[in-house]
């Protein structure tokens, strides 16, 4: 079982709809998460960290489920402009290393 | 502004040719990292330094090696001995710890490898 999984997508979404993914972890002792938006041939960029309590940033939403072991975004009223792939990030229970997901790919269409 | 710098943006190089990727930092962060991204796949770890002169091993490191001498410099030099080395390569960095703000990645732009 990998470490860090992602549904890789697409998910093609209308514009104006909302969209959620998840994203699952192995090790119970993972430390801290986030979520990093990457475009095309680009490199990745911080989204948003994610907190045991869930939050919210504009139209993001991150939750995180210890007990079933996974992470989750949501992004509600989708634009054009939120076509990319989504990379979960998982911090290891010793704290030292990064573990990124495969990427989940989000389309946004008119 | 600070931030990584990454070079060369792209690079070519024959087959048994070693050739090393700079990357320089100015966000006096401890933690550097060295990533691997292969088309339509997410990032790999090769390597990573939480402070001056100490790296570990990442997932990928057979073919390569760092080096950190300084703070805010981490060379990966991809050998003859990887066997499949084009690929995106992006480097990293962080501020480690507990707190809040810690282990986020501030990456460069990215170096892209080809190999003919």
């Known amino acids: 079982r990998k470490e860090v999984e992602q549904d890789p997508g697409p998910f093609n979404v209308p514009e104006g709809a909302t969209v959620a993914f998840n994203c699952t972890y192995s090790?119970?002792?993972?430390?801290?998460f986030f979520w990093y938006r990457q475009d095309c041939r680009k490199e990745p960029k911080l989204l948003m960290s994610?907190?045991?309590s869930g939050n919210e940033d504009g139209r993001f939403t991150a939750q995180l489920n210890r007990a079933s072991q996974y992470i989750s975004l949501l992004i509600r009223d989708s634009k054009l402009s939120d076509s990319a792939t989504y990379l979960c990030?998982?911090?290891?229970?010793?704290?030292?290393?990064?573990?990124f997901g495969g990427g989940t790919r989000v389309l946004v269409k008119p | 502004d600070g931030g990584i710098t990454q070079s060369p943006k792209y690079l070519f190089r024959k087959e048994g040719q070693n050739v090393t990727l700079s990357c320089e930092q100015n966000l006096n962060h401890d933690a550097m990292y060295w990533y691997r991204q292969d088309p339509g796949q997410g990032l790999r770890l090769i390597y990573y330094s939480q402070i001056v002169n100490d790296f570990q091993k990442g997932d990928i490191a057979e073919g390569y090696s760092v080096s950190r001498e300084k703070k805010e410099s981490f060379p990966l030099t991809v050998t003859s001995a990887q066997k499949n080395p084009t690929a995106f390569y992006l480097c990293a960095s962080s501020i480690p710890g507990a707190h809040s703000g810690a282990n986020v990645l501030t990456f460069g732009a990215g170096s892209r490898l080809t190999v003919l």
């Open positions: 994610v907190y045991s």
């Open positions: 090790n119970s002792a993972s430390q801290s």
């Open positions: 990030v998982v911090l290891g229970a010793a704290g030292n290393k990064l573990t």
